[in-house]
Nanobody
Framework: QVQLVESGGGLVQTGGSLRLSCAVS????????MGWLRQAPGKEREFVAA????????KYHDSVKGRFTISRDNAKNSVYLQMINLKPEDTAIYYC????????????????WGQGTQVTVSS
């Protein structure tokens, strides 16, 4: 059973940057599509970014395009989310997720989740 552990969240000011990391174990990491989703207080979980098994295909929510970058290192069984120019509306719990279809970048493909890491952007 795949296990995912996020890290790197924190409190930053508007315009600041954070880099989230997700360490994956217990499965065949290089066969998974990987993604990041987030959930703000009182809102449903929403898709943020995803990448295919090789890291060559990427997809982003419109609200983070140009500010967030997803990447992965298959040798380290890890996926990352570099976030720049953060805004208060980015405040949420960020979840790392693994998808069993290696090319599936849609939220529905992601069926294994971490516990999440809190990102808070102050205005």
């Amino acid at each position: 059973q795949v296990q995912l552990v996020e890290s790197g969240g924190g409190l930053v000011q508007t315009g600041g940057s954070l880099r989230l990391s997700c360490a994956v174990s217990g499965g065949s990491f290089s066969s998974y599509a990987m993604g990041w989703l987030r959930q703000a207080p009182g809102k449903e979980r929403e898709f943020v970014a995803a990448t295919n098994w090789a890291g060559l295909m990427k997809k982003y929510h419109d609200s983070v395009k140009g500010r967030f970058t997803i990447s992965r290192d298959n040798a380290k069984n890890s996926v990352y989310l570099q976030m720049i120019n953060l805004k208060p509306e980015d405040t949420a719990i960020y979840y790392c997720a693994a998808g069993s279809h290696p090319y599936g970048l849609e939220a529905a493909n992601f069926d294994s989740w971490g516990q999440g890491t809190q990102v808070t952007v102050s205005s």
